[in-house]
């Protein structure tokens, strides 16, 4: 089931589907964990800061219920030396599977991980921290935009950060910040992701450790109500940001974070919970939850209700999953016959005009990699498009994420290895400041492209294929003549 979201990373972590719920510290227990799993995707059990006795019983909760792939999220810096000592024991004592790490890149950590056969995953914010974490011994990097909820490492936004680690590194590449649907998993599915992070998304169901009042906010926000702030600094290092819901905190109501006395605001058990701390509410949680840290990624407005975390797996994965597949789609030609000069696909060679494995990997490489640079122009330029122009550029976005999992899907299945690159129309289109030139450029560009499947058509052997490509064509040909009569509309042709 949903073939067409599978990816390699799939296979490293012992899941179905790329579909990962955040380690969350307080909301990702074993309840949400177990449900993730089960739905085909894969979780982390968020223990930032705790101790290893619960770290014990959450991973018997998880293997009690049969679920054997799932990792650890640790944040190494935000915990006491001897503390992350005693988590890492446990988790290697435990045979946890996999491990993730984030904030500052401790090589020295990720190669101990490394070579104990933990599987490391490192959340990233940049460039320069990726390749620290690659050379280390990680296994999968996950690409933090600064979209996400939660603390944010990133100054970039995801469709710029993603791309750049895709093409930099040969490790499999996670996207998180703001993502929270189907339409979300296809676009950095199409942008060379392997798989998508889901925090915020996954706090809004039934099985996280998330406070009632924390998930009722989710649902009620939108994206302009999230901030980015570092007054939640109570325990982590000075000058960490955090996107939250605004509050009364966040509008300076409760007075300075940086100066006063400790005032305890709520309590688990007996331990206080102070204002300004990182603590968000939590089911076993009394106090005052408007002023907590309201942990919220920019995806929030498109959260609408609480819903099993299985649901929102299916959801997601179905929703992706349509938007990624041709079957659904009816071409608008008829499709011609894959093989005009023979009608047996059982007889080799008999026409020589087809290509070998290895040429057609090549030539099915090309595609994508035009297909994302126009996947990756039009997000880009979604963003400053006037009203009547965003939804044609956000359509033409998904059409090209849509072929780029399309062609992906088709070199896997052929046991090759799709490129995570753009081409030069990437580039030479970004460099167009103004928004119709650039367009008027990809649907240059576009023409190049249906030339080229054209061209590529009475060489498939394969029917299957050879229908997917016409339809690819179809596609294009149709988007090129939309924007060209929205570009004639806005004063150019
Ligand atoms: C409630 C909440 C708690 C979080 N706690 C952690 C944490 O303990 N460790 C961590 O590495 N990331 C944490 N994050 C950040 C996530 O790893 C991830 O980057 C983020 O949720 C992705 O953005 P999104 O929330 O928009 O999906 C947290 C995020 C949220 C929403």
């Known amino acids: ?139 999968i990097l996950i690409a933090q935009g600064v979209e996400a909820g939660g603390h944010v490492r990133s100054r970039q936004r995801l469709q710029d950060l993603l791309p750049e680690l895709v093409a930099k590194s040969r490790l499999p590449v996670l996207a998180a910040g703001g993502l929270v649907d189907g339409a979300d998993l296809a676009s950095i599915l199409a942008l060379g992701a392997q798989g998508g992070v889901f925090g915020t998304a996954f706090v809004a169901t039934e099985e996280a450790f998330a406070h009632p009042y924390h998930k009722r906010r989710l649902i009620e926000s939108t994206a302009i109500d999230t901030v980015l702030t570092d007054m939640f600094h109570n325990n982590r290092p ?88 041709v079957d659904k789609i009816v071409p608008t030609t ?48 979604a963003s400053e498009a006037p009203d009547h122009l965003h939804g044609l550029i956000l359509l033409i976005h998904q059409d090209a994420a849509r072929w780029c999992g399309v062609l992906t899907n088709a070199i896997l299945s052929r046991g090759g290895t799709a490129s995570n690159k753009t081409d030069a129309v990437f580039g030479q289109a970004m460099l167009k400041r103004d928004l119709a030139h650039r367009l008027e450029f990809l649907n240059h560009r576009r023409v190049g492209s249906i030339e080229q499947i054209i061209a590529l058509l009475p060489t498939v052997r394969d029917d299957d294929l050879h229908m997917r490509l016409s339809m690819m064509r179809d596609s294009h040909e149709r988007n090129g003549k939309l924007v060209a009569a929205a570009l004639a509309g806005f004063g150019r042709s």
Not at 283 to 292: I, P, Y
Request: aromatic content about 6%.
């Open 334 to 381: 008829p499709v011609e016959s894959a093989s005009p000069a023979c009608f047996s696909h059982h007889v080799d060679d008999c026409y020589m005009g087809f290509l070998s494995r290895s040429e057609l990997l090549v030539a099915l490489n090309e595609l994508l990699e035009t297909e994302r640079s126009h996947a990756l122009v039009t997000l880009a330029s």
């Open 238 to 325: 000075s000058g960490t940001i955090v996107r939250v819901l605004a509050n009364s905190v966040t509008n300076g109501e409760r007075g300075n974070a940086f100066t006063g006395s400790r005032v305890v605001i709520g309590h688990e058990g007996e331990r206080p919970i102070y204002l300004f701390s990182t603590e968000s509410p939590l089911v076993s949680m009394t106090g005052e939850f408007e002023a907590m840290a309201l942990y919220a990624g920019e995806g929030v407005g498109r959260i609408s209700r609480i819903v099993s975390a299985a649901e929102l797996v299916q959801n997601i994965a179905a929703h992706a999953a349509a938007l990624l597949s």
């Open 1 to 139: 089931m949903f073939d067409a979201l599978r990816r390699p990373v799939c296979d490293l972590l012992g899941c179905s589907i790329p579909i990962l719920a955040a380690g969350m510290g307080g909301v990702s227990r074993h309840e949400l964990v177990a449900a993730v799993s089960g739905a085909g995707g894969f979780a982390f059990l968020g223990m930032i800061r705790e101790p290893v006795d619960l770290i014990h019983s959450e991973v018997k909760a998880l293997r009690g219920r049969g679920i054997d792939r799932f990792g650890v999220n640790l944040v190494p810096e935000a915990t006491d030396p001897v503390l992350l000592e005693q988590q890492i024991s446990a988790c290697l004592d435990l045979e946890v599977p996999a491990i993730e790490l984030f904030w500052d890149v401790s090589e020295a950590l990720i190669g101990r991980l490394h070579r104990a056969g933990t599987i490391v995953v490192c959340q990233v914010g940049n460039g320069t921290e990726a390749q620290a974490a690659e050379r280390a011994g990680a296994h």
